[in-house]
């Protein structure tokens, strides 16, 4: 069965330094990899995606995630963190055949000025 | 503009009074589900559908009904609600993926429910 494992609940990061959420997924296919972030009291927000091809994904508000299949991991990093980033993020793998997405349980990113 | 709605928003209720979700996505996918999120558990997926009349459970099932008479719509049905349904529930919709394939799916905005 698929699984993600997000490792670290709480990461707390001060503004304009660099970030790197860890994502760690369990599937025996060639996975389809998501995060998602959430604002306080939002909805769900996809950041990026990586279906095939270049390992090294573009997502919005400055955002990337590289995957590595030998890790099996797919890490999201951003290079200057800003205090309107704080926010819950989500790692996700989609089942292939029920097409639905598996999630991590979270990892709220805290901003210090 | 392509979108996933749901109704209601918020909802406070208490416990054993039946009660509806809405969900409805315009841009015709054939796949639609249902997830609750909790604190330290993430999302997890109630039920799915896969196109009109097929639906089929997901991970934690237990205490909710679907329909899917209609292809936009996919209603979410707690026929005597507790306390432990108390979450925030999402809608999702996709288009059909080809075999071994996958397509993003589509996200509502949120329905917080609160069973006293």
């Known amino acids: 069965a698929q699984s993600v494992t997000q490792p670290d609940i709480h990461i707390t990061v001060s503004e304009g330094a660099s970030l790197e959420l860890r994502c760690n997924y369990s599937?025996?296919?060639?996975?389809?990899l998501f995060w998602y972030v959430q604002s306080p009291g939002q909805g769900l927000q996809l950041l990026l995606k990586?279906?095939?091809?270049?390992?090294l994904v573009q997502g919005i508000k400055g955002f990337e995630a590289e995957f590595k299949r030998s890790q099996s991991s797919f890490n999201l990093r951003k290079p200057s963190v800003h205090w309107s980033d704080a926010a819950e993020y989500f790692c996700?793998?989609?089942?292939?055949?029920?097409?639905?997405?598996?999630f991590g349980t979270g990892t709220r990113l805290l901003v210090s000025p | 503009e392509a979108q996933v709605t749901q109704n209601p928003r918020y909802l406070i209720t208490v416990t054993g009074k039946k009660l509806t979700v809405t969900c409805s996505q315009n841009?015709?996918?054939?796949?639609m589900s249902w997830y609750r999120q909790d604190p330290g558990l993430g999302l997890r997926q109630i039920y799915y559908?896969?196109?009109?009349?097929?639906?089929d459970k997901g991970d934690v099932p237990e205490g909710y009904k679907v329909s899917r008479k209609e292809k936009r719509n996919f209603p979410l049905i707690l026929e005597s609600p507790s306390p432990n349904q108390t979450s925030l529930y999402f809608c999702?919709?996709?288009?059909?993926?080809?075999?071994?394939?996958?397509?993003?799916?589509?996200f509502g905005p949120g329905t917080r429910l609160t069973v006293l």
């Open positions: 999702a919709s996709s288009p059909r993926a080809h075999s071994g394939g996958y397509n993003e799916q589509f």
């Open positions: 599937y025996g296919a060639t996975p389809y």
């Open positions: 990586y279906f095939s091809g270049d390992t």
């Open positions: 996700a793998v989609g089942a292939t055949g029920f097409q639905k997405l598996v």
């Open positions: 841009m015709n996918h054939e796949y």
């Open positions: 559908s896969m196109n009109v009349e097929v639906t």
